[in-house]
């Protein structure tokens, strides 16, 4: 979550995807992330949803990433999911991006278990920690070089 924050802080902007069972996070995360007006916006993204009948039908993801390198110069992933499906590959194919896993562990990767009753309950707290570290980052309140 450090290097995303940081990423966010340079600049960058993050793509936001998720398999099929954490798309209510995702909806979630768009919907209440820029909403209060007094915050500055946080540069979270979802392209993907127009690429996504593209990745269930062609196994070539580097299109994709053409397309995006050309609209997006300054980005990195945040999945959150399995790792089995072409939407996974295409965002563990952009390097120091923020990747929830489930169930197979990946150097860089906060890992969950599917199996997990509370695993919905966790995600949205980390949601959460993210974005206060990511706010406060914004407005000066923590210094991430320390």
């Known amino acids: 979550m450090l290097r995303a924050t940081e990423h966010i802080l ?3 902007c993050v793509l ?3 398999d099929n069972q954490r798309a209510w996070l995702k909806t979630y995360a768009l919907t209440h992330l820029n909403a209060h007006p007094m915050h500055p916006l946080i540069p979270v993204f979802d392209p993907l949803q127009s690429f996504q009948t593209y990745l269930r039908q062609s196994p070539d993801i580097s299109l994709v990433r053409n397309t ?4 997006y110069q300054n980005y990195i992933f945040w999945y959150v999911g399995a790792d089995n499906s072409q939407m996974a590959r295409l965002a563990l194919s952009v390097g120091k991006s923020l990747w929830w896993l489930l169930d197979n562990p990946k150097e860089g990767a906060i890992c969950f278990e599917s199996l997990d009753p509370l695993l919905d309950h966790k995600l949205l707290q980390l949601y959460r920690v993210f ?4 706010l406060e980052s914004l407005l000066g309140q923590v210094n991430l070089n320390d």
């Open 10 to 12: 340079k600049g960058g």
């Open 16 to 18: 936001i995807a998720t």
């Open 68 to 71: 995006l390198d050309l609209v």
């Open 131 to 134: 974005v206060r570290m990511v």
